[in-house]
């Protein structure tokens, strides 16, 4: 894929994935509670997601998704759900100042499951892949090669941008201290990811 081409994308994607939406306020919320280290699957189920839709909209199977809506649907409702029950889990979130809880097994996977399912059903990102995107570059050019190098493309610019996300996340959590502040900062959290889950399901 020509530079230019390359530069267009990465600009475009870049804006994109910087303003905030469901998955940056689930980042940050996580990163709050459980630090930056520890949001690194859902981070990565996040990126997995994008690059599902790129290679989608590359192969041509966004528009059959379009048709088949019960399977997006699903997709769509699995990640508002996922956003209830993140609000909720931070909404009551114990308040002491002690050391988050260790990280029990499975809780890698479920994350990274938990980013997927939200990106693939975040109307934030289907508009971009379906509606911006073909604007923006020519899908019907995208070969193998120019999918490869768009792919490491969204992986650097997501992985980097969410990670910052979860960098400033993970500070306001150690910053606020005083147990009013943390339940004042969990419940906003919380609040920001409910009414994201309502926002998807309402563009259903």
Do not use: H
């Amino acid at each position: 894929m020509p530079v230019a081409s390359i530069v267009l994308f990465v600009s475009v994607y870049a804006l994109a994935v910087v303003s905030p939406g469901p998955a940056v306020a689930a980042v940050v919320a996580r990163a709050a509670r459980g630090g930056a280290m520890r949001t690194a699957p859902f981070i990565a189920g996040i990126v997995l997601g994008d690059m599902v839709w790129l290679a989608a909209v590359a192969l041509g199977l966004s528009a059959l998704a379009q048709r088949v809506e019960g399977p997006f649907s699903i997709i769509r409702y699995a990640g508002a759900a996922y956003l209830v029950y993140l609000a909720w889990k931070s909404w009551t979130a114990p308040v002491d100042a002690g050391a988050p809880a260790p990280a029990a097994f499975g809780d890698g996977l479920r994350g990274a499951l938990g980013g997927l399912s939200l990106t693939l059903g975040n109307p934030k990102v289907m508009v971009f892949f379906l509606a911006v995107l073909p604007s923006v570059i020519d899908i019907d050019g995208i070969g193998p090669l120019a999918l490869a190098e768009m792919l490491g493309c969204v992986a650097i610019v997501l992985g980097g941008t969410m990670s910052a996300y979860a960098a400033l996340g993970a500070r306001a959590g150690r910053l606020v201290s005083k147990p009013s502040r943390l339940r004042l900062l969990n419940r906003a959290t919380g609040g920001v990811m409910a009414g994201a889950a309502v926002a998807i399901v309402a563009r259903s």
